[in-house]
């Protein structure tokens, strides 16, 4: 398995542009997480789904932040319009629910910087 | 709720000497614990975790973990470091009274970066 993808890796952009932030989960895998990672605030989760149901999307910062999961195999988080602030590592991660045990499974991040 | 605290920031240890990374949690019933590895410029990756049974918990790496109720500390180890162990590590909860909605968030500590010189 190749693991969980996330696209692009890296990612410069301007204030005020529209970033969108690509995840492809394990396969087989029913929940997916989005996380923030910076130095100031640390791991952060933003958001999660279950099925492609969004089911807590309490630590998304603000309405800049959107979310979807329109299929098993595929989410995006985008944030419109991006600003400084913003400038952090995203995580996407993955895992099956079994028995409530389950490990997460993380992708090797999106770098964004936003100018 | 839940909640993670790593008290140390960085933990800096010799080649060849036994290490301990610290981690103590706080839950309304049991905890699921976790340990993840991060590597620079890599996501986060799974050492080991703590679900039931034995309170030592051996991982990936040679690393291990025991879990210590009385304490709620669950504090990771490593016999003999080594330079590539150098890393940051982050501890990990998830309490076992959870509603079916909750899913399995884990909630995460702050991270202690691991040094290790040769």
């Known amino acids: 398995d190749a693991g969980v993808i996330q696209s692009p890796r890296h990612e410069v952009t301007e204030m005020g542009q529209e970033v969108t932030l690509r995840c492809k989960p394990i396969?087989?895998?029913?929940?997916l997480f989005w996380y923030r990672q910076t130095m100031m605030r640390g791991l952060e989760l933003l958001i999660y789904?279950?099925?492609?149901?969004?089911?807590?999307d309490s630590g998304m910062p603000e309405d800049r932040f959107s979310a979807k999961m329109p299929n098993a195999s595929f989410s995006t988080l985008k944030i419109q319009p991006s600003e400084p602030r913003d400038s952090a590592v995203y995580f996407c991660?993955?895992?099956?629910?079994?028995?409530?045990?389950?490990?997460?499974?993380f992708g090797p991040g999106t770098r964004l910087l936003v100018l | 709720a839940q909640s993670v605290a790593q008290p140390e920031d960085q933990v800096n240890v010799a080649e060849g000497n036994p290490l301990t990374v610290k981690c103590t949690y706080s839950?309304?019933?049991?905890?699921?614990l976790f340990w993840y590895v991060q590597y620079p410029n890599r996501g986060l990756q799974f050492l080991l975790k703590?679900?039931?049974?034995?309170?030592l918990v051996k991982g990936s790496y040679g690393f291990k973990a025991e879990f210590n109720k009385s304490q709620t500390s669950f504090h990771l180890k490593k016999p003999s470091a080594l330079v590539s162990d150098s890393a940051l590590y982050f501890c990990?909860?998830?309490?076992?009274?959870?509603?079916?909605?909750?899913?399995?968030?884990?909630?995460f500590g702050g991270g202690t970066r691991l040094m290790v010189k040769p």
């Open positions: 991660a993955s895992s099956l629910r079994l028995a409530g045990v389950e490990t997460q499974y």
């Open positions: 396969s087989g895998h029913d929940y």
């Open positions: 789904f279950n099925n492609n149901v969004p089911i807590d």
């Open positions: 839950v309304s019933g049991n905890p699921y």
């Open positions: 703590y679900i039931t049974g034995d309170n």
């Open positions: 990990a909860v998830r309490d076992t009274i959870m509603n079916n909605n909750a899913g399995n968030m884990l909630t």
